[in-house]
């Protein structure tokens, strides 16, 4: 994945850099003398996919931000090294919020995220995401924006017991469903157990993983009222 960043979006980059492994695309652009202020798009070019930020010059208040790596297994064995690209969604309706429960053939069964999956290969963000909120849930949606892009390194096992070290990068939409309907799970004995519609003021009582409610509680109001869902 390549990054690049903008000072206005008729303006040409004044950063570009491939999203090396580990390392995290926002601590990265500040090393290059920017602040991400807003993400502006998510495509395919040349067959690479290019996330871009609106971005700012590093003032001297600014302080960089932290590098985190979560090391859950110490052993003796090399990890293998692998990256992998996501696209989530965001999805609101006029029934709430779409969430899917993780299965037990994941690291967290039961615990609620955002609908979404990994980028299949010449496959752009965009694209990766309507195919996966579909499988996952059966809804047709449209995508609004571009909410974020993420990053999570950590060496743990996988699920089928390699050791690993691995790297997330999730490019994050926010989606509307103009028709919802009863979710319905397609990709049977994957990652998704069941999805559902959350009231949009009930999703705090339910248990979501760290990352879906971190975007949850920083996007979902944002989208809730900026919308017309009728």
């Excluded at 990256?83 to 919020?97: D, F, K, N, P």
């Excluded at 996988?158 to 979710?183: I, N, Q, W």
Aim: hydrophobic share 35%; glycine share 8%; net charge neutral.
């Amino acid at each position: 994945m390549r990054v690049i960043g903008v000072t206005s979006p008729l303006r040409a980059p004044v950063a570009s850099f491939e999203v090396e492994h580990g390392a995290h695309p926002r601590v990265t652009m500040f090393d290059h003398g920017y602040v991400p202020l807003r993400p502006l798009a998510a495509s395919m070019l040349d067959g690479e996919i290019v996330f871009t930020w609106l971005v700012r010059e590093v003032h001297e208040a600014d302080s960089r931000p932290p590098e985190r790596h979560t090391v859950y297994v110490t052993s003796s064995e090399t990890p293998a090294r692998y990256q992998r690209i996501g696209a989530y969604a965001l999805v609101i309706s006029e029934r709430g919020i779409l969430g899917t429960v993780n299965s037990t053939a994941t690291p967290a069964p039961g615990t609620w995220s955002l609908p979404g999956g990994g980028v299949h290969v010449g496959e752009s963000p965009s694209d990766a995401v309507l195919r996966e909120v579909y499988e996952e849930t059966g809804q047709d949606v449209v995508i609004d924006r571009v909410l974020s892009l993420e990053s999570e390194h950590w060496v743990g096992r996988s699920m089928d017991g390699r050791l690993e070290d691995f790297h997330a990068l999730r490019v994050v939409y926010g989606a509307v469903c103009k028709t919802p309907s009863d979710p319905v799970v397609h990709d049977v004995g994957g990652s998704t157990q069941r999805a559902g519609w959350v009231p949009a003021r009930a999703w705090r009582s339910l248990h979501w993983t760290n990352s879906s409610r971190t975007l949850l509680s920083q996007y979902a109001r944002k989208l809730m009222s900026g919308q017309s869902l009728k």
